[in-house]
């Protein structure tokens, strides 16, 4: 179907989308009403696309060793993340060879029924890396284990208004010379970065299924959690499972993989 970009002079609004034909006449419900006719449009400024700051973070660290029966609970900080708030972030670990999306927590092996789970956490000044686990009886303690990172930092915030544009700049402009598109008055900019479903580069998957949450506070006097290191109860969807003999279950999240 054909595509048609419509603008409104007196909302501010500006949309894409697609109409069955291009001779009749064109309906103006998504530019008016978008929330009714989100399977036609492909943007509009009423939504807000967060857009990534700067470019990637990367660096390295390492999860540090443990010694056997221990516990681990602590922070690893990554970077200073530079915003006003504590920002929605996406990243990836690479570690031991194996990279992974940093979606929930992620689960690493630590040897022999001794395992670490992982986490991306975000406050109002850093980025940090979590890691929670225990280190089984018996054996022999953990090594330390070195990891890289990738971290994307966008401008969606946990606290105040989501960002607007300015009411000075056009609705809709193209800059042939420039090569770029503004739209919304300014709040959606092509010379920005944003995550796209088509491009180039590096994939980032951004999760759109089910996640596993297991860093929790430590129960020092559970013999389960003690003994067993990753011997937890679970629950999901409702359903409980405290049990050491708890079935077991799989999640695979699912991703859409974008571009940035």
């Not at 570690?95 to 992974?100: F, P, Q, R, S």
């Not at 010379?191 to 491009?199: M, N």
């Not at 129960?219 to 969807?237: E, F, K, P, R």
Request: hydrophobic share 35%; charged share 10%.
């Amino acid at each position: 179907m054909p595509f048609v970009l419509k603008t409104s002079e007196a909302t501010g609004k500006c949309a894409i989308y697609e109409v069955a034909s291009l001779t009749a006449p064109v309906t103006t419900g998504p530019l008016t009403t978008p929330a009714s006719h989100t399977a036609d449009l492909h943007f509009h400024s009423d939504w807000y696309y967060p857009r990534i700051i700067g470019a990637d973070y990367t660096g390295s660290g390492t999860v540090p060793s443990g010694a056997a029966g221990a516990f681990q609970n602590g922070i690893i900080t990554l970077f200073a993340h530079g915003q006003s708030a504590a920002p929605m972030v996406f990243g990836t670990i690479t570690i031991g060879g194996t990279t992974l999306t940093l979606s929930g927590d992620v689960c690493i092996e630590r040897g022999t029924y001794s395992w670490t789970w992982l986490s991306l956490e975000v406050d109002a000044t850093n980025v940090y890396l979590r890691y929670y686990g225990a280190i089984r009886f018996g054996s022999g303690g953990a090594a330390s284990q070195a990891f890289t990172y990738v971290v994307k930092v966008t401008d969606w915030l946990t606290t105040g208004s989501i960002p607007a544009g300015s009411g000075s700049d056009p609705v809709f402009a193209a800059s042939a010379s420039g090569g770029y598109v503004t739209m919304g008055r300014g709040k959606f900019d092509s010379r920005r970065r944003y995550f796209k479903l088509t491009g180039s580069g590096a994939v980032t998957q951004i999760v759109s299924g089910d996640t596993m949450q297991m860093i929790q506070q430590v129960d020092t006097s559970n013999g389960i959690q003690s003994q067993g290191g990753i011997i937890w109860g679970y629950a999901l969807a409702g359903y409980e499972r405290p049990t050491i003999y708890a079935t077991d279950i799989t999640i695979n999240p699912t991703y859409t993989n974008a571009y940035a």
